[in-house]
């Protein structure tokens, strides 16, 4: 019959397209991962903190007490 052999002409070329859009939205997909992947590498330096202790051990003499 010439309807079914339209038909599935058809429904191969929808399935045909519709893969072809899967392919290209995977690719898509791929490609903002590394993109993504790229953007998380360059930001994710630690920053250097600021701290109001200094670097280096400060030797305090010790000065005892009179009783008094």
Request: aromatic content about 6%; charged content about 40%; cysteine-free.
């Given at each position: 019959?010439?309807?079914?052999?339209?038909?599935?002409?058809?429904?191969?070329?929808?399935?045909?397209?519709?893969?072809?859009?899967?392919?290209?939205?995977?690719?898509?997909?791929?490609?903002?991962?590394?993109?993504?992947?790229?953007?998380?590498?360059?930001?994710?330096?630690?920053?250097?903190?600021?701290?109001?202790?200094?670097?280096?051990?400060?030797?305090?003499?010790?000065?005892?007490k009179?009783?008094?």
């Open positions: 019959m010439l309807s079914d052999r339209f038909r599935y002409s058809v429904m191969d070329f929808t399935r045909e397209a519709l893969l072809a859009e899967l392919e290209l939205k995977d690719d898509i997909i791929e490609q903002l991962r590394k993109e993504l992947e790229e953007y998380r590498i360059q930001n994710s330096t630690r920053k250097t903190a600021i701290s109001s202790e200094p670097d280096v051990q400060v030797k305090r003499p010790i000065i005892g009179s009783d008094e």
